[in-house]
């Protein structure tokens, strides 16, 4: 089942002679519980194709289409609510409110929606994230692991139709780099969450089920490395 169809995005910064084109005519589809990594140079449009996936910048052309959404014929208020329900986003520099304690943090999105924490679901999340005994702690109190533990949390306190990670581990030792990995493609096996991860690594896109390779604002290769999904993880054993 298709969950995310990006049709014909192209991204233009500037104007005229000072025009720079982030993105040109991308298009490609994802299916419901889907693990994909995009990669690409520094400069490729990965973190710009990201942002507009995830309703954070417009496109120059094209369409987003979410879990049935076209996300950009939405306007700016309901788009604010689609993004913080249907979106979770995990960055590199984690982005914890550092007065709010590690329960706070997470659960942010549902009291900003004015929705009811689900308690088990939250339990079950903390556990997940092996945060149980650092809930009442503040973010200038955990490691650098620990704030993306919480950061992803965050991001899976809503149910989100699809997760996007930025860079997850580029902030962090080889060690937590491997464990923020195996959290995420965790979130897609345990969840069936639709996972897209941009990364400069290689070692991390080779551990989903596809990889996409941009370059220069264009889609160089799409290549299927497994069977998608979190039924393809408990094949092969990950």
């Known amino acids: ?13 500037g104007e005229g002679e000072a025009a720079t084109k982030a993105l040109d005519d991308v298009s490609f589809t994802v299916e419901k519980g ?3 990594a995009i990669i690409g140079p520094s400069g490729s449009g990965k973190s710009t194709l990201l942002h507009i996936i995830g309703g954070v910048d417009r496109p120059s052309k094209g369409r987003v289409t979410i879990d049935g959404t076209s996300i950009y014929n939405l306007n700016e208020n309901k788009l604010a609510i689609f993004r913080r329900r249907q979106i979770g986003l995990v960055y590199q ?21 004015g929705r009811k924490v689900d308690k088990d679901y939250l339990e079950d999340v903390i556990r997940t ?11 200038n109190q955990l490691s650098g692991g620990q704030q993306q533990r919480v950061s992803i949390g965050r991001a899976l306190i809503n149910h989100p139709a699809l997760l996007l ?18 959290l995420l493609k965790l979130s897609n096996k345990k969840y069936g969450q639709t996972l897209i991860v941009i990364t400069h690594d290689e070692r ?14 264009h889609i160089l290769k799409d ?5 998608s999904g979190h039924v393809g993880f408990a094949e092969d054993g990950r």
Do not use: C, W
């Open 1 to 13: 089942m298709e969950l995310l169809k990006v049709d014909g995005i192209s991204k233009i910064y």
């Open 34 to 36: 889907e693990f994909v």
């Open 93 to 113: 520099f984690y982005n914890l409110i550092p007065v709010l304690d590690v329960e706070e943090n997470i659960t942010l999105p549902l009291l900003l929606d």
């Open 129 to 139: 994230l092996k945060l149980k005994d650092r809930l009442h702690h503040l973010p």
């Open 165 to 182: 990670a930025d860079e997850p581990t580029g902030n962090l030792d080889s060690k937590n780099s491997a464990e923020i990995v195996e």
């Open 204 to 217: 991390i896109a080779l551990q989903a089920d596809r990889m996409i390779t941009l370059t220069d604002g």
């Open 223 to 227: 290549e299927r490395i497994r069977k």
